[in-house]
């Protein structure tokens, strides 16, 4: 996950690449995430970081997520 691939962004996702990405997340979640991931990535003007956790962040409830 480490490699930087801004230079091969392509626009916004079609919506075929939005379902495998939602289906390889849930893959992700599942079989690879153990409680929580953290990842930083560079996006054109800026990095972006995400946080992938087994329980909600702390005065959030679950109801404010988008569900996947």
Do not use: H, W
Not at 7 to 33: A, I, P
């Amino acid at each position: 996950m480490d490699n930087d691939q801004t230079g091969t962004l392509g626009g916004s996702l079609t919506d075929d690449e939005l379902e495998q990405f939602k289906m390889l997340l849930r893959r992700f979640c599942t079989y690879d995430m153990d409680q929580f991931e953290l990842i930083r990535t560079q996006a054109p003007y800026r990095e972006a970081y995400i946080v992938m956790s087994s329980a909600p962040i702390v005065d959030t409830v679950p109801k404010q997520y988008n569900t996947i």
